[in-house]
């Protein structure tokens, strides 16, 4: 081949590489998002430990999966100007208290913004410091109403996906096995809800799921939504986010974590990229 014509043909396979290297990067721009975590870190060491770890685990996924993770614990940034900024809010342990910073947040939702919460971030209950006075958010948004009971102590539960269809459980297996956690029961069934669809639910091969010592505080039976969606929002509840810790010695050692789970770490990304990115599904 004559050196002329393979001076050119080097010359279009460089371009070529260079166009599709900067395709990739246009690609991959393109599906960049930022995220928002509210906690607030205070009273319950085992919520603080989970927030801890989500803390890193967020913030090593944003690498990989080319979006930025930002936290606060300042809830004043509940605020129009503040969350335009960003394509999806997730509450790591408590909810939003002042009136006004709870309409901005449902104003935001109500205008397609994207929300993951975690476990603690549903309790509503009547009288405590968390009383079920948001009726929009617990009623409404997530359907479930106020807390009732919960299993002890934080153990593992295998988890059945109910729609494999939806964006959030994609590539998951038919059932899961979750990390440790504390798992509650609700004021409402939520399968009666028209606007809720439940993804995952403990899978009876759990039962009996907790260890005590009080009887109700084992599960021996029933059915109990873990992880849902609202058809009218971009959201996902998952009910765990409560680690192991030894409370009985005052040590306050952390007994069990929440990551690494592979299966559990992919239906948290895959519910973040489709809050953040997607669009609602019915």
């Given at each position: 081949?004559?050196?002329?014509?393979?001076?050119?043909?080097?010359?279009?396979?460089?371009?070529?590489?260079?166009?599709?290297?900067?395709?990739?990067?246009?690609?991959?721009?393109?599906?960049?998002?930022?995220?928002?975590?509210?906690?607030?870190?205070?009273?319950?060491?085992?919520?603080?430990?989970?927030?801890?770890?989500?803390?890193?685990?967020?913030?090593?996924?944003?690498?990989?999966?080319?979006?930025?993770?930002?936290?606060?614990?300042?809830?004043?940034?509940?605020?129009?100007?503040?969350?335009?900024?960003?394509?999806?809010?997730?509450?790591?342990?408590?909810?939003?208290?002042?009136p006004i910073q709870r309409k901005a947040f449902e104003e935001y939702m109500k205008n397609g913004g994207g929300w993951l919460g975690f476990h603690f971030a549903a309790f509503a209950l009547t009288p405590s410091d968390f009383n079920a006075d948001w009726d929009w958010y617990h009623n409404e948004f997530l359907g479930s109403g106020q807390y009732v009971s919960n299993t002890w102590r934080p153990v593992s539960a295998y988890l059945r996906v109910e729609d494999h269809n939806h964006p959030a459980t994609k590539g998951l297996p038919d059932i899961i096995k979750a990390s440790p956690s504390e798992w509650y029961r609700w004021e409402k069934d939520l399968r009666k809800n028209p606007d809720i669809k439940i993804l995952l639910s403990v899978d009876s091969s759990s039962f009996p799921l907790g260890t005590g010592p009080k009887p109700h505080e084992i599960w021996h039976s029933g059915y109990y939504p873990i992880v849902w969606t609202n058809k009218?929002?971009?959201?996902?509840?998952?009910?765990?986010?409560?680690?192991?810790?030894?409370?009985?010695?005052?040590?306050?050692?952390?007994?069990?974590?929440?990551?690494?789970?592979?299966?559990?770490?992919?239906?948290?990304m895959n519910s973040l990229i489709w809050v953040a990115t997607g669009k609602k599904v019915d």
């Open positions: 081949m004559p050196k002329t014509s393979r001076v050119f043909l080097q010359c279009i396979a460089a371009f070529a590489l260079t166009f599709c290297f900067f395709t990739a990067i246009a690609q991959t721009n393109k599906k960049h998002f930022n995220v928002i975590a509210f906690y607030t870190g205070r009273n319950d060491q085992a919520h603080i430990s989970f927030m801890h770890e989500a803390h890193k685990w967020f913030s090593e996924m944003g690498k990989k999966y080319n979006f930025t993770y930002d936290s606060t614990k300042d809830w004043s940034n509940m605020n129009a100007k503040f969350l335009a900024k960003y394509q999806a809010v997730v509450f790591l342990d408590t909810r939003v208290e002042d009218n929002y971009k959201m996902v509840y998952f009910n765990f986010g409560h680690n192991d810790i030894d409370y009985e010695h005052h040590t306050n050692k952390e007994l069990s974590h929440t990551f690494p789970n592979p299966d559990q770490e992919k239906l948290i």
